[in-house]
């Protein structure tokens, strides 16, 4: 029969088993990077889980959503980039480059007037963001 202490230590290494892979040093950003440095290797299925990984440390954080469009868009899957797009621009409505992403899905959708919406968002907000970036060079 286990001694106390054997089964003391045998619970403290089961809890520990339990806790210690829900603990990260991770934030939210430092997924969605690590999401980035999937693509540039190719490797898809891993960004889609740090880009999920983003996602779930902080739903409230756009760039999750936006990699985890891209992915979709890469895989065809275009009622899932246009979701994951869509929830983007809802907790970022000035995210332009989702704004891009969006049209670029709709277009594929073959959702003309859509896409063609989102191009002029897109267009219009990054005059107004180059010209607050110019306005800013200057002022240096």
Not at 26 to 41: P, Q, V, W
Not at 87 to 101: E, G, I, K, N, Q
Request: aromatic share 12%.
């Amino acid at each position: 029969m286990p001694s106390v202490r054997t089964l003391s230590t045998l619970c403290l290494l089961s809890a520990l088993a339990l806790i210690l892979p829900q603990c990260s040093d991770k934030n939210s950003d430092d997924y969605y990077k690590e999401g980035l440095s999937h693509i540039e290797s190719q490797d898809y299925e891993g960004a889609e889980q740090a880009f999920q990984n983003a996602i779930d440390k902080n739903p409230k954080n756009p760039n999750g959503y936006y990699g985890l469009g891209g992915i979709h868009n890469y895989r065809k899957k275009y009622d899932l980039a246009e979701k994951a797009f869509q929830t983007a621009l809802r907790l970022d409505p000035t995210f332009v480059d989702a704004h891009y992403s969006l049209g670029y899905t709709f277009e594929q959708m073959g959702q003309k007037k859509k896409a063609d919406r989102e191009y002029a968002i897109y267009r219009r907000l990054k005059k107004k963001m180059d010209q607050f970036m110019k306005e800013e060079a200057e002022t240096r």
